[in-house]
């Protein structure tokens, strides 16, 4: 009986290792399969996961929460189109011996690792994410090789006429202002019981002025055009304001900061010679996307691209 009994259980426990190591086996299938072949280079699901993991990394310290999943739930739609296209270019960079200095690689992981508290949380953040550094630096050192091909291919050949500027200026001087000016007092405090204080004094009427000979405060003016990107934080606290009106308070690295709308400026026409930067920039930016879209059709016509379907 005892010799039974064991008999099954040994065979229960062979059975359950075979399920697991079958398991095992489908996992890595999954992340091996091959769901594009461009050129001699084939793209697998991992590189897909990988891919989406990277820009979950970098758009993290960004964005948060529902937010964040959004901007990947968007990225998911154009993700294997956008890794043919980065496959494309890679291999125009590699046929032209584009090498990358490990310095700049070493430099910006320095730069990212910068964004976390330690590097424990970093490499923790990783493996959440399911990467490793050498990935990271491997994406890092493909977009610099990439950004070196475009530049020497792309970027280096778009010229922007004076006259092209002039022209547009002329066309669309209505549209040419500085854009409304938003002038905000931006009070530094050491607490968040202290910020909550003079957040409601300001809300009740009290001016900064009266607050700063009775609190330890620091104050600063801040200009904000319409068009200036501002931190998240910051964007989130002023951007409802009414002339006059305070904020509730914001924690920014490792102070609280009161908001209060001072004055708004109205947007002012601007010359040709205050604007051409600013046009020039703008016709830059076009040429450069046009000319990108016709460099990158012209390498998928001229190469083999394969999506496999389900």
């Known amino acids: 009986m005892e010799v039974r009994i064991k008999l099954k259980i040994l065979l229960l426990f062979l059975t359950l290792s075979l399920s697991f190591n079958l398991l095992a086996v489908k996992q890595l299938y999954a992340q091996d399969k091959i769901v594009a072949i461009v050129n001699q280079d084939a793209i697998t699901q991992k590189d897909l996961s990988d891919f989406l993991n990277f820009m979950r990394l970098q758009l993290s310290q960004e964005y ?10 968007g990225m998911k739609v154009v993700l294997l189109s956008r890794l043919i296209e980065d496959r494309l270019i890679l291999q125009e960079a590699k046929k032209s011996n584009i090498v990358v200095d490990e310095n700049r690689v ?5 730069e990212v690792k ?4 330690s590097d424990t949380l970093f490499q923790s953040e990783l493996m959440k994410q399911g990467l490793t ?20 291919k792309v970027r280096s050949k778009i010229i922007i006429k004076p006259e092209e500027v002039t022209a547009f200026y002329e066309e669309n001087k209505k549209d ?3 854009g409304e000016t938003k002038i905000f007092e931006a009070i530094s405090i050491e607490t968040y019981d202290l910020a909550r204080n003079v957040a409601n004094e ?3 009427g009290k001016k900064t ?4 000979s009775r609190y330890p405060l620091i104050v600063n003016i801040i200009n904000v055009r319409t068009g200036d990107e501002l931190k998240r934080e910051i964007s989130g606290a002023v951007s409802k304001l009414s002339l006059n009106e305070a904020s509730d308070p914001v924690k920014i690295e490792d102070k609280y900061y009161v908001f209060r709308l001072r004055k708004i400026e109205p947007a002012q ?3 040709l010679t205050d604007a051409q930067a600013k046009i020039h920039s703008l016709l830059f930016d076009k040429k450069m996307q046009e000319g990108l879209a016709r460099w990158l059709d012209e390498l998928k016509k001229n190469s083999y691209i394969k999506i496999m379907q389900d």
């Open 64 to 73: 948060k929460g529902r937010e964040l999943e959004e901007k990947i739930q």
């Open 133 to 152: 550094q050498a990935d990271i630096e491997r994406r890092i050192r493909d977009q610099f090789m990439m950004f070196s091909i475009v530049e020497q």
């Open 106 to 110: 070493r430099t910006k992981i320095n």
């Open 176 to 178: 040419i202002h500085t």
């Open 114 to 117: 910068k964004e976390y508290p």
């Open 202 to 204: 300001l809300k009740s």
């Open 269 to 271: 026409s601007l010359s």
């Open 209 to 212: 002025e009266d607050l700063v």
